[in-house]
């Protein structure tokens, strides 16, 4: 096989590993249950900033992932019981939001620049990290990292290029999923929207709290208590 093409095998084999953890649809359902109230020019907007800070994400987490939790003293378990408590957190919100009728009716009457102002920003809390470059992702993306300094059967500079290439890919990835959200709402419409949020609140609640489970587990079995 050509150097070429083992280029594109590690991309391949990089998009098989990431996009299910990643799972950009997740992240669509999201936008949809967190920007009911925002234009459809703010919804694009936080989609690409939500697939910049995925990229940058993925790219820190790759050739410096393992030194900054070296550094801050993080294990992966810690970095999954954090990432499903931001979850939980979200999805408890999502489940029972503290917006009143009233107020429903008011954002509804306000102008495109005041809408602007109070929107809020979800491109990278929960859209980029903890939805699309979860505690999942970035462990994954570590401990890949770590696999591939030991040596591999790539040329240097596919490993070099390759990593840049994938996570540029699930990123315009994650952005083409994200743009067709105005679509969908338009489709489903607000009280579908609703029951969307509704949805995902209860799934987040339920993802977070496996997080927490899948980190305290990882304890138990790594650090097993002194007899």
């Given at each position: ?70 550094t801050f ?39 495109e620049e005041?809408?602007r102002q ?110």
């Amino acid at each position: 096989m050509t150097e070429v093409g083992q280029l594109f095998q590690a991309i391949g084999l990089g998009l098989v590993v990431i996009l299910p953890l990643a799972n950009p649809l997740t992240t669509v359902a999201l936008l949809l249950g967190l920007s009911g109230n925002m234009t459809a020019q703010e919804r694009n907007q936080q989609s690409l900033m939500a697939s910049v800070y995925v990229f940058i994400i993925m790219m820190v987490a790759y050739y410096a992932g393992q030194v900054v939790m070296n550094t801050f003293g993080i294990s992966i378990p810690g970095l999954r019981i954090a990432g499903g408590l931001i979850v939980t957190f979200i999805g408890f919100r999502m489940l029972f939001p503290q917006q009143h009728v009233e107020e429903k009716v008011l954002m509804e009457n306000k102008t495109e620049e005041m809408k602007r102002q109070d929107s809020p920003n979800i491109a990278f809390v929960p859209l980029a990290m903890p939805s699309t470059a979860g505690p999942g992702t970035i462990a994954m993306i570590i401990s890949s990292a770590s696999t591939i300094k030991d040596g591999v059967d790539f040329p240097h500079w596919v490993i070099m290029v390759a990593p840049v290439m994938i996570f540029f890919l699930v990123s315009l990835i994650l952005w083409l999923t994200l743009r067709s959200s105005g679509a969908i709402m338009r489709l489903v419409g607000k009280s579908g929207i609703e029951a969307i949020s509704r949805l995902m609140g209860f799934l987040l609640v339920c993802m977070g709290v496996q997080f927490v489970i899948n980190g305290i587990s990882e304890i138990i079995t790594h650090f097993p208590p002194a007899a």
